[in-house]
């Protein structure tokens, strides 16, 4: 998949459940629609609970990156 | 024999209760849910709150009336869900009973027969949610609550495998699962999946990093689909995982479960018919788990095939490699 351009970075590293989504949720309530967060967010409990979180608010995955150093970069289109 | 030992007690205080005048219209007192504390004539009335839900409307009214007739002004949140008004004179029993009907709102019930069924969130708004299991219990308390069984019969929903409405130590339980299914044209190979699985049931390809689903370790519950960003993962069908003879107390017992995938519309039945079962085959005072023992699981199963037929295990069509 080819690069999506992101508009906002939000790097949420070693920040724990729940408050890495609430920052993610703040952080897309400043955005307009249509607009890409990229988000950095660590491997383990992060990535089980944030995507599910990210789609029940219906924003959209657009694209995702696992990084070898335990973490994942995920691309959101703000819904 | 414990269990015996208990209710026959419940049967006494019944009986001591009619010796005490005739002011009580004991037709109200029926269905139980009037436990004798131990302070002289004080009683705990239990309300019915199936799945443990009240209107806040009528919250404010219970606590006006409890507020009234409690003697010392507190009440209690039963283990199941129940909210008993605590310290009531027992002479008050009619005018209590009166009060709370002009609200609508009814007695729970004690002794031999199905009780106010207790349930979780579910996924009305709970996240993990996969059943309504509000939507059920209130269903099951108006068709089958206080039905005679020949003992205490005890039923729940849990809205997914967590499992929060402890459906394993129940007469009758019910959990919510949902049966995956991966759409590989979708699929990115993201790995999310195999991340968001905590059974270990997905791995992902070291090369594609899509899928690789084992179905012997799956519990159905749904992590894969809630995370995959690209709807890869859906849901086949939804359903709930039966699970009869528990109990808890002094000697526990741990469900067996009989039915892996039963459809919303057969749970009325399932109980319609387990009841049915229970009532030809216990002894009085036998919780339904020592029946199952006493004559034999696949007895019931049998005579159960009807119903639990629908609700088959699934059939898996691994995907991945
Ligand atoms: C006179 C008979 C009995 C009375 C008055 C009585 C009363 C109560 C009350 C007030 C509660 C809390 C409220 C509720 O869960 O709804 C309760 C819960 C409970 N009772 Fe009893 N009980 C009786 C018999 C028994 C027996 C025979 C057993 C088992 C051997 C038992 C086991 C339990 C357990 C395990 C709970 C916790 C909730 C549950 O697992 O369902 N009780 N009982
Ligand atoms: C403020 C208090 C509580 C909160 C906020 C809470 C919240 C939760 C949540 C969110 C879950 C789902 C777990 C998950 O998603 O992994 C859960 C599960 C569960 N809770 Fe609670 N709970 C509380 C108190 C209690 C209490 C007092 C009990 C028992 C007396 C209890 C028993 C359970 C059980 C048996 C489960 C099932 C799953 C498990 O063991 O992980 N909880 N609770
Ligand atoms: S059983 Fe599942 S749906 Fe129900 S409260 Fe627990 S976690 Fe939520
Ligand atoms: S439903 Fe999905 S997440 Fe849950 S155990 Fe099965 S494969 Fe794993
Ligand atoms: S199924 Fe979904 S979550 Fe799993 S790898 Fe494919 S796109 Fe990612």
């Known amino acids: ?79 | 024999m414990a269990d015996h030992f208990i209710e026959d007690k419940s049967t006494k205080v019944a009986v001591n209760l009619e010796g005490m005048g005739e002011k009580v219209n004991f037709n109200d007192l029926k269905s139980g849910g009037f436990i004798k504390q131990r302070q002289k004539d004080l009683f705990a009335v239990r309300l019915r709150c199936p799945g443990g839900r009240l209107s806040t409307k009528k919250l404010v009214e219970i606590s006006k009336i409890a507020d009234k007739y409690s003697k010392k002004g507190v009440v209690h949140f039963s283990f199941r869900q129940s909210l008993e008004i605590l310290y009531v004179d027992y002479k008050e029993f009619t005018n209590i009973v009166a009060e709370l009907e002009k609200i609508g709102q009814k007695v729970a019930s004690c002794g031999p027969r199905v009780r106010v069924p207790t349930a979780c969130g579910g996924c009305e708004y709970n996240p993990n949610g996969l059943t309504d299991t509000q939507k059920m219990a209130e269903m099951v308390d108006q068709k089958f609550f206080g039905t005679p069984t020949p003992h205490k019969f005890k039923t729940s929903f849990s809205g997914c495998p967590i499992d929060c409405a402890r459906t394993k130590e129940m007469d009758f339980g019910f959990q919510g699962v949902v049966e995956p299914v991966w759409d590989e044209p979708l699929c990115t190979g993201c790995t999310i999946c195999a991340q968001a699985c905590k059974e270990d049931a997905i791995v992902s390809d070291p090369d594609s990093g899509k899928p690789i689903f084992d179905p012997s370790k799956c519990i159905f519950c749904g992590d894969c689909i809630r995370a995959c960003p690209t709807e890869s993962w859906k849901a086949k069908r939804y359903g709930h995982t039966v699970r009869i003879g528990g109990k808890h107390g002094r000697h526990p017992m741990e469900a067996v479960e009989v039915c892996q995938f039963l459809p919303d519309g057969k749970v009325a039945e399932a109980i319609e018919k387990t009841v049915e079962w229970y009532n030809a085959n216990g002894k009085r005072g036998e919780r339904i788990g020592n029946t199952l023992k006493r004559v034999g699981l696949k007895n019931y199963l049998d005579f159960m095939e009807p119903v639990f037929k629908s609700g088959e295990a699934p059939l898996f069509k691994a995907p991945g490699k």
């Open chain 1, 1 to 79: 998949m080819a690069d999506i351009k992101s508009d906002a970075l939000l790097d949420l590293r070693g920040v724990m459940c729940p408050i890495n989504f609430v920052k993610t949720k703040l952080k897309l309530e400043t955005m307009e629609e249509g607009e890409v967060l990229e988000l950095v967010i660590d491997d383990g409990e992060p990535i089980q609970n944030v995507p599910k979180s990210i789609k029940e608010e219906g924003h959209k995955i657009v694209e995702v990156k696992k990084e070898k150093e335990g973490f994942f970069r995920l691309k959101i289109q703000k819904g």
